[in-house]
């Protein structure tokens, strides 16, 4: 297992220098790239899903992967948090090559993360109570108060206090938006560094979709976490990204700000743009 | 028409080495089927098995597991127990009265209630109910990702889902196996003595004597070995789940189907074995 070093760098991986090897930038705590991956291939039989994937999550903002379906968004983000095992390539968070770690290890390195699912994914089984406090109970031995104070805190914050009966409920009794709460409050109630989101607006309408994307900006705000969002929504992207990637093809082909990637003149993505409806479309975009 | 360059192309395998191979995977192809089939299913136990002497160990689940596989079962188990005690008093009663030999059919149901009706029946039942179940519940988990939140959250979904179940299975198999055949006898009994006039004394006479402990251990033995089997077809077709809603009614199927074949078929073995180490009283 590589350690940290303690020095820090800003530098990216200078051409031609080796991953892994002493020397490697990123092996070190970077303070501005919290997750850096480089080369990520991976394959289920025949399909080649992703195809060397180089990508760099900043620090504390709010970083959103888009990319057509089917593309590798969630199987990158899987990779991310240790769901998946890569064929080859390097994933490094806060200097350290998390790919060759143990089941331990892993389980370790899962408390820097909370993932917020596509559909929530709650437990059906327990309330909504049981649902957020179930990372404290799994991992430590608090007492119910303390994990009952923890709760109603996260349940305030969230703006799900208010709602009537909520700690009793069951997850069939919550809305969409609710459901999302629910699995964000249960994904930050370990304080997570990073938190990953997939699809979270994923089968909400306009104004549930617009909450969302407050909830995230407002949770990158008030927890100073580091956000990775998988989208297809671009309305949405453009509203809280501070750092857009999109991945086609299995490979991230842009990169930046929105800014800089609204100026990109990369095919896919000014058509992905441009039938959001973001920008008019144009002629003869280039590759 | 296609143009690709030669160097695109893989190397053209020889006509014969073609055949050959084929021929090959053709031959082994049943018997790759079969390790796959025992080999995956033998990984789950294994790990499920390894998992229970593994910090934490969380009772609750396992009380829960017990609670649905055993008071859940509880009912349909009364239920068909007491018939087939009564059927099988029935049957054994018309083919004993050829020889006006009725007063045997205590032996004949105890020791057929014992040694193979009440694991067999107990176990297709706890399969058709508990093993369905499971199997349905794995497979919904699996679809909504909360199979995959559990790992988010550095919880082994091995030990935590499929390790209290097995467990849960396994115990209550036996203890369901002697129900049916309490319940089975109470049935036979009353068969006999008020619907066929059997003669009391003379049935519980012909129970003592002919029926053995060894019998009822014979039969907890298998039930032990069929709660394995059960759980483990049915808690496997569930965690392996891919798709959607279609996917969780094939798995449930396949975990009723695949469970009561292995009942069946190891309860073959299973009596051969038996018998080998205690042999029928003669």
Not at chain 1, 100 to 119: C, D, H, I, N, W
Not at chain 1, 138 to 162: C, F, K, P, T, W
Not at chain 2, 63 to 91: N, W
Request: net charge neutral; proline share 5%.
């Amino acid at each position: 297992m590589n350690q940290p070093p303690t020095s820090t760098s800003h530098a990216a991986l200078p051409p031609g220098a080796v991953p892994g090897q002493p020397g490697n930038p990123l092996a070190q705590r970077d303070e501005r790239w919290q997750i850096r991956v480089r080369g990520l291939n991976k394959t289920f039989g025949p399909q080649h899903v992703l195809r060397g994937v180089d990508l760099d999550i900043e620090r504390g903002r709010t970083n959103i992967i888009i990319g057509g379906s089917g593309q590798g968004k969630s199987v990158l983000m899987k990779h991310l948090m240790g769901l998946l095992h890569p064929d080859a390539g390097e994933i490094w968070v806060d200097g350290v090559d998390v790919v060759p770690f143990t089941a331990a290890e892993m389980s370790k390195l899962r408390r820097k993360f909370g993932m917020v699912f596509q559909y929530a994914a709650l437990f059906d089984s327990m309330n909504v109570v049981e649902n957020i406090a179930f990372p404290l109970i799994e991992r430590y031995n608090l007492s119910r108060d303390e994990i009952m104070e923890r709760v109603r805190d996260l349940l305030r914050r969230l703006d799900l206090a208010g709602v009537d009966g909520i700690e009793k409920k069951i997850p069939p009794e919550l809305s969409g938006g609710q459901r999302k709460r629910v699995g964000l409050a249960r994904a930050l109630i370990d304080r997570p560094e990073i938190l990953l989101y997939d699809e979270p607006t994923t089968g909400l309408d306009p104004v549930a979709t617009k909450n969302v994307d407050e909830m995230i900006r407002q949770t990158a705000d008030d927890f100073g976490v580091t956000s990775v969002v998988i989208s297809h929504d671009m309305a949405s992207t453009f509203r809280i990204a501070d750092r857009i990637s999109m991945l086609h093809g299995g490979k991230i082909v842009v990169t930046g700000t929105p800014q800089e990637v609204l100026a990109s003149r990369h095919s896919a993505l000014r058509e992905f743009v441009e039938t959001s409806g973001l920008v008019a479309p144009e002629e003869g975009g280039q590759t | 028409m296609t143009t690709s360059s030669s160097a695109d192309n893989p190397p053209e395998i020889p006509k014969i080495e073609r055949r050959l191979r084929g021929a090959l995977e053709y031959l082994i192809a049943p018997g790759t089927i079969i390790l796959d089939y025992f080999g995956v299913r033998a990984i789950m136990l294994g790990s499920a098995t390894a998992a229970l002497f593994r910090r934490p160990f969380r009772l609750r689940l396992f009380l829960e597991q017990m609670e649905f596989v055993g008071v859940g079962s509880l009912p349909i188990i009364l239920l068909v127990g007491f018939f087939s005690g009564a059927v099988s008093a029935q049957q054994a009663i018309n083919a004993l009265r050829i020889f006006n030999q009725e007063r045997f059919v205590g032996a004949t149901v105890g020791i057929s209630l014992a040694q193979e009706l009440a694991p067999v029946f107990t176990g297709l039942m706890i399969t058709a109910r508990a093993g369905s179940g499971m199997a349905t519940e794995l497979g919904s988990m699996r679809i909504t990702e909360q199979i995959d939140a559990l790992s988010t959250f550095a919880v082994d979904p091995i030990q935590y889902l499929v390790t209290p179940r097995l467990v849960a299975t396994t115990l209550i198999m036996p203890i369901m196996t002697m129900v049916f055949n309490i319940v089975g006898l109470v049935g036979a009994y009353l068969f006999s003595i008020y619907f066929e006039h059997v003669d009391l004394g003379q049935f519980t006479e012909q129970f003592t004597y002919w029926t053995d402990p060894k019998d009822y251990m014979i039969g907890a033995c298998k039930a032990l070995v069929f709660g394995v089997t059960l759980s483990v077809a049915a808690c496997y077709q569930g965690f392996n789940v891919r798709g959607g809603a279609k996917e969780v009614g094939r798995a449930t199927t396949s975990a009723v189907v695949s469970g009561s074949v292995s009942i069946l078929v190891s309860d073959y073995f299973l009596i051969d074995a038996f018998h080998i180490l205690w042999p029928y009283k003669s």
